[in-house]
Nanobody
Framework: VQLQASGGGLVQAGGSLRVSCAAS????????MGWFRQAPGKEREFVAG????????HYANSVKGRFTISGDTAKNAVLLQMNTLKPEDTAVYYC????????????????????WGQGTQVTVSS
């Protein structure tokens, strides 16, 4: 599976950005697509995830109410709409695919994902 992330960029605090991720290859076994982010000097953290079978969505508390994840199973793509951005949202954003049915508590763990995109930079200025 190959993941290609796009979008991101530079925006002022309070603004919006959208990042997208397209999957190709052996995507038939995709159970979960997720977004993680990693800021300089920090560990990679879960942002949002979506279960392909049910459409169930899960968010980190830090982005709940501001970010929306959506999936397009026909295109094997996942979008992350980010609104009301804050400087602390600045990070490299990575999409990831899990080819096993992760329980909720596992969705937050990077090691449970099988494939990763190359990352896209999101910078929010104050």
């Amino acid at each position: 599976v190959q993941l290609q992330a796009s979008g991101g960029g530079l925006v002022q605090a309070g603004g919006s950005l959208r990042v997208s991720c397209a999957a190709s290859g052996r995507t038939s076994s995709t159970y979960v697509m997720g977004w993680f982010r990693q800021a300089p000097g920090k560990e990679r953290e879960f942002v949002a995830g979506i279960r392909y079978s049910t459409g169930g969505k899960h968010y980190a508390n830090s982005v709940k109410g501001r970010f929306t994840i959506s999936g397009d199973t026909a295109k094997n793509a996942v979008l992350l709409q980010m609104n009301t951005l804050k400087p602390e949202d600045t990070a490299v954003y990575y999409c990831a695919v899990a080819q096993s049915p992760l329980i909720l508590s596992s969705m937050w763990i990077p090691d449970r994902y099988d494939y990763w995109g190359q990352g896209t930079q999101v910078t929010v200025s104050s």
